[in-house]
Each structure stands twice: as structure tokens, then as C-alpha cells.
């Protein structure tokens, strides 16, 4: 994949793909461009399925409903969850400690998002099952390639994200007269002007949460432990400078990007350095090659455990920036603060096969066995 990113950078920077009809954009500086033109370059999707969420709206609505939600993650919300996080990672963490072998993606980055999440949109610990069982199927992919494991999978998407719509309904039903402090409280009571967010809207931004935020946080952590321990004097020096740890997971996210392409669509006609895109086509941005880019980054191929500064894409930019980065960065620096404090060594067994998640657009590993002391 890194190859072909850097092959495409050099000979064709900007190319249209007949098989796909879209446009492969590779380039740091054309991929910025094109995310900050978003009167050209709209998010909306030419399928929806359902109540668009704020990641496929453009402005005005975008603007609206992004003001709304964003009430749910201030640096307050943020801190009244900390405790929280740090005592389902230290959970989890003394689970894996007992084993010779621990798998850091079953075993940690994975169930970690989706509890974190659940706690904060005020899932009770009983509906766990359900809750992760449903988040699993929005992001799974076909168990194979043919036409009927697809529709298998489809149905069973379709039937899950209706037990789910129902099941926050109800939620929100009984949370308008039962506030707590989560997210889909702070939902409810968030206005502006005058305006409220709908029930639609509530069930439809819960939904994206789960998709937007839960593979993704695994696959950040997945992946810096991999770019770390690429180099074996990483792990320690982490260790010894606990200060690195916030530079380290920017590496992590900008060496292997968890999205690695987001999409836009152009609504008129632009040319970009000769080439013409045309109102209609759909364009993909290849973020991950982006954050490869020589001309933006030094030794772009290098996982530098404390480079600084670091202008990755991987969270995206300009108004669709990701609203959960500050709490995924929360979540990978307490899982790599606790991961170094509670084992002095971590090495990837010689036996290792690497299992990578099979897509062009994640990132990330199926399994990453670890052995710990
Ligand atoms: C948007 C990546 C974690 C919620 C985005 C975008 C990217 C991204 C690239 C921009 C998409 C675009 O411009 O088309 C990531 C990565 C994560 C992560 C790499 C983890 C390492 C989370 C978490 C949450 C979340 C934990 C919430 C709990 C969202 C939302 C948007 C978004 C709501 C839409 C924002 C908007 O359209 O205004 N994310 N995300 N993400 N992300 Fe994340």
C-alpha cells in the first residue's frame, strides 16, 4: 500500500480511476486544498440511507447540528470521563497481565472504545452484549467475497440498526425525564435558538458514534503499538520519557493512519494542476499517503517516536474534523500509559503472522499477539 502511495505521489499525483470512476488524490498539498474547498467539494453522500448524520451534511445543517452535538464533547465532559477510562483500561489491562501471550487488539483496543462508549451515552452494563454486538456489524465487512455473503451481511445490518434504533428511542424516552450526565442527556437539553435536535437526530448521531468511533480507536492503538515496536529500543524509550507518549500516538496515527481515505464529491466544475474534474465526480483523498508526503514530512517513511510538529491528516480537517479526536487521544494515551507502566517488556513473538484488517480504507490489524513481562 505505501509503495503504490508513493509511486501514484511521484508519477501521477492526481489520477482518474476508470475501474472505480473516481479521482485518487495523493498529494499533502492538493488533499488539504480540496478538504478546506468545501463549497466545491461537498461530504453529502449520493446514497443515504436513513437520517443523514453530520459527516455526510454540508453547511448550513452541518453547522447547526455540529454545535449542537459538539455541546457533548467539551474539555468538561471530557475530563468527567477520564476516571472512567482509566479504570476500564486498568480492567482490562490486569485481565491481560495474567496470560504468557495477550493479544492487544481482543484484549484491549478493541473492547475498550466500545465500553468507554457505552458508559458515556449511558448504555447499562446489562445491555453490553447487545450494545457491542450491534457496533460490531455496522463496521464488520463480508465473512467472503461473493454476492451472498454480502446480502447475508446486509440483512443482518439492516436488523441490527433497527433493534438499535428502537433501543435508543426508548433510552431517549426515558432520559428526557431521567437526566443523567452522558452524552444523549446532554443531547437532549442542547438548543440553540431555539432549536432542538430531534429524536431521529439523537438515534442517528448515537449510531454514527459507534461507527465513527470505535474501530477507529482500536486500530489507533493497534497501530502505534506496531509502529513502536517496529524498533525495539521504542517500548523502553517510552518508558523512560512518559512525556513522549502524547507525540508517540500522533506518529501512530500519521505513520499508519486508521482512515486512510475520505470522500467528497465535486459540485462544479475544477481544475487542479491540469487536470479537470468535472461537477459530479466523486474524489477520493488518500489521507494515509498524505501523511507519507517527503514534501511535508522529513524521513516520512520513519516512525519517529517524538517528532514534532506533526500535521497529520488522520483526523481529517477544517469543519468535519473529528469531533472524537480529543477522546481517542485520551484513550491511547491512558492505554500506552498504563501498558508501560505495567509491563517492563513488550515483544511481538517470533512466530508472529501479521493479520491485516482487509480494506482499502481502514487501517489496521485482526489480531496482534504480544508476548509481556
Ligand atoms: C469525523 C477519524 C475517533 C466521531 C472524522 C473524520 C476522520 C475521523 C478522518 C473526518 C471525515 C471527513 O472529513 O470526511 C477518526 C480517527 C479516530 C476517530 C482516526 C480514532 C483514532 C472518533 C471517536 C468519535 C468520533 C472516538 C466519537 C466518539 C466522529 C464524528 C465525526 C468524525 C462525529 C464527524 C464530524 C463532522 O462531520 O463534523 N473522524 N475518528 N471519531 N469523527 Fe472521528
Redesign the pocket.
Known sequence: RFEWYEKMRKASPITYNEEEKCWDIFLYEDIEAI?KNKEIFS?QRPVQQGEP?????DPPR?TQL?SL?SKA?TPRELNLWKPRIEQITENLIDDMKGKATFDLIKDLAYPL?VMV?ADILGVPEEDMGDFKRWSDLLVAGPEDPTEEALQRLQKLRTQSITEMDTYFEEIIKYKRTHPKEDIISILIDAEIEGQKLTDGEIVS?CR??LA???E??T??IGNTMYGLLEEPSHYQELQQNPEYITLAIEEG?RYR???QA???IAKEDKEIKGQNIRKGDSVTLW?GSANRDENKFENANHFIINRKPNPH?????????????P??RM??QIAFEQLTKKFSKICIPHNFELLPIQSAFVFGLKEFPLEGQ
Not at 448524520?53 to 451534511?57: C, F, P, V
Not at 491528516?313 to 479526536?325: N, Q, Y
Open positions: 478538504i461530504s448524520n453530520i459527516l455526510s451534511l452541518h455540529r452535538v464533547f472504545p462508549i448521531f454514527l458514534l465513527a468511533g470505535n477507529t480507536t486500530n489507533l496515527l493512519s486508521p482512515v475520505l470522500h467528497r489521507i491528516l488522520s483526523f481529517g480537517k477544517g469543519i468535519h474534523f473529528c469531533l472524537g479526536a477522546l481517542a484513550e491511547g
